[in-house]
């Protein structure tokens, strides 16, 4: 490394590479980028798009849904001047934000889009590794739902445009578990018999930290609050992992969710061995494709105790245009396509996706094909972010190692609430 490098950029660079030497997670233990985002940052010109030609590239993790592959197709046949090709970098969203941050630091020109997890922009905009999309979002902002935008949002400029969103649903077998009101209700039902468990992701990574926060909102607690006060230190905290770590050990879930991501969480549920599963939307097309169709009911995640409103996670991705990218008019082009009301619409009938275009969700087409999108709506309009920080990975991190901690039983709901709070704020130190 130049010995001229930025204090951020070295410690992030070092981080990359012991990720790769160590082959741990770099979502969890990335280091921190620089201190202050590029103000003069260079922003993209609406009008780049007209008349743009060209190779652009998107570059983003495992295309399961086949999203990637139908739009860049039907952006082709739309634009015969321009041709988009998409790049799987990742298996994995750790593996794909490694693979990210390697060419963004090696200012790679190969990818001209990233695909961005909705809680990449304060770290990768602080590095100046992205263009400025204000005056592109400012142009379509309305016709989003505003949770959707807020992700793309850092310093007060917009660093992407969202493509779709994500909330978590519970999945429920239909005539054999009821549909409940509160977790408490889920967690007793799936209690009664070994066929009516509920299936999560509490593995180790970014999923867990999702799961236990979906919790923890709907318990009326909070991890970071807008001002980035560490406010995990709460009864809410410690009341929300006894509850997870007591589903546990009654046979509420299954223990195997402590090795499960995603796909894993689906193909457990698939088997017809369980009762509920939290997972995303797109599972709806997937499990319609197995001997469960028509065997399911899908709602929106319950409330905790009753106390205060259910609340979700926002997840979802976003276009980001690379710093270096050689083609952003094309990019930009390939960006507006994509978000139009029209293509919308197909984000949910062709991939089970939530689109971030409000109107999409009571499109009798989107709705004869995704007939929980109302549902799926309120889902998306009730979630919150995860905390905005330039240091979200090591927040993430701080967060699920310490709740497997007490769902494998090595920590009490005390000690790890206490070590959560001084890892993040140990986080926020270093940047």
């Known amino acids: 490394m130049k010995a001229s490098m930025p204090a951020g950029r070295r410690r992030l660079a070092k981080s990359v590479v012991a990720t790769v030497a160590m082959g741990v997670l770099l979502a969890g233990c990335g280091g921190s ?12 010109d609406p009008k780049s798009a007209e008349g743009a030609k060209g190779d652009i590239t998107i570059c983003g993790g495992k295309d399961a849904s086949g999203i990637h592959k139908n739009t860049t197709a039907a952006f082709h046949k739309a634009n015969p001047t321009m041709n988009a090709k998409y790049v799987e970098i990742g298996s994995s969203t750790d593996q794909q934000r490694t693979q990210t941050v390697q060419r963004l630091e090696g200012k790679s020109t190969e990818c001209d889009i990233f695909m961005m997890d909705v809680t990449w922009a304060p770290e990768f905009a602080a590095q100046n590794w992205l263009l400025d999309q204000t005056p592109v979002m400012e142009k379509i902002k309305d016709r989003l739902i505003p949770s959707t935008a807020q992700t793309a949002l850092y310093d007060g400029k917009y660093w992407a445009t969202p493509f779709y969103t ?7 077998a239909k005539g054999k578990v009821a549909k409940p009101a509160t977790w408490q209700e889920l967690y007793a039902e799936a209690a009664k018999a ?16 999702v799961n236990f926060l979906e919790l923890l909102y709907s318990a009326g607690g909070e991890a970071v609050n807008d001002k980035g006060e ?25 223990r195997a969710v402590m090795t499960y991501k995603e796909d894993e969480t689906r193909l457990a549920y698939e088997s017809g061995n369980f009762g509920y599963e939290r997972n995303w939307p797109h599972v709806y097309r997937l499990l319609n494709k197995t001997k469960l169709a028509g065997k399911f009911d899908v709602s929106p995640l319950p409330s905790f105790d009753g106390k205060s409103a259910a609340s979700g996670v926002l997840g979802g991705w976003n276009f980001a245009i690379s710093a270096f990218s050689q083609n952003s008019g094309a990019a930009l082009a390939y960006i507006n396509f994509a978000t139009t009301p029209e293509w919308q619409k197909h ?10 275009n409000e109107a999409a969700y009571s499109d009798p087409e989107v709705l004869k094909a995704m007939p929980f999108a109302k549902e799926l709506l309120a889902s998306v309009k009730g979630a919150k972010p995860r905390p905005q920080s330039p240091v979200y990975p090591q927040i993430s991190q701080a967060i699920y190692k310490n709740v497997h901690s007490v769902l494998s039983g090595s920590a009490s709901a005390d000690e790890a609430t206490k070590k959560m709070a001084e890892d993040i704020k140990t986080a926020q130190d270093s940047f």
């Open 194 to 209: 070994p066929g009516n468990g509920l299936v999560y992701q509490a593995q180790q990574y970014e999923g867990l930290t």
């Open 230 to 254: 560490v406010k995990i230190d709460s009864p809410e905290t410690r009341e929300v992992l006894r509850f997870m770590a007591d589903g546990i050990k009654n046979g509420s879930a299954d």
């Open 33 to 44: 980028p620089a201190a202050t985002p590029n103000s003069t940052a260079a922003a993209v």
């Open 166 to 172: 994500n909330a978590g649903l519970i999945y429920s």
């Open 347 to 356: 984000v949910a009938m062709d991939n089970s996706q939530a689109p971030v």
